[in-house]
């Protein structure tokens, strides 16, 4: 999203450049935001609770941008994505890490490693994407992501419960 943002507002909703940087902005501002509201959520709600919210929030704010034929509603769908994605990466190294306390140092370094490759593919992906059928159907890419992000928290959510079923002392 940081890296195609800006050019989707310009080319697609015909923003200025400047109007388009400060959406970008907010953007990363609201990931910050939504960074620190989740420290505290998460102490009254679950790692998979936040996440299934995070993946609906994302693809819910990615929806709003890409209906958006405004610079303000494409304003609201900037803040709600960047809301909603603050919160996933953290929760993920969180559970990971508690989860395999033994191997807490090799589950960070995958997981980055992980993050370091999906930041690089996604977007040259988007990109070619893009080129072949417009920004809007790219950017439709992110909500497949969050569909995958849902997908995926609710298979290791289905796991841990049974894990727990089967194991009670633990």
């Not at 609906?56 to 405004?70: F, K, N, T, Y």
């Amino acid at each position: 999203m940081g890296g195609y943002t800006s050019s989707y507002l310009t080319r697609d909703l015909h923003s200025s450049v400047s109007s388009a940087s400060y959406l970008l902005a907010v953007y990363w501002g609201a990931i910050m935001i939504g960074r620190t509201i989740s420290s505290r959520l998460v102490l009254r709600w679950t790692s998979a609770t936040m996440v299934l919210g995070s993946a609906i929030g994302g693809a819910s704010g990615v929806a709003v941008l890409l209906a958006a034929h405004s610079l303000t509603l494409a304003a609201a769908g900037i803040v709600i994505v960047g809301l909603s994605f603050a919160s996933v990466y953290p929760i993920t190294l969180g559970s990971a890490t508690s989860r395999f306390e033994a191997y807490s140092g090799t589950v960070v370094g995958i997981l980055f490693a992980m993050a370091l490759v999906g930041g690089m593919a996604l977007p040259w992906v988007v990109g070619q994407i893009a080129q072949a059928r417009g920004l809007r159907t790219a950017l439709a890419v992110v909500t497949g992501g969050c569909i995958m992000i849902f997908i995926l928290q609710m298979v290791i959510s289905g796991i841990a419960a049974a894990g727990e079923t089967a194991d009670p002392a633990r």
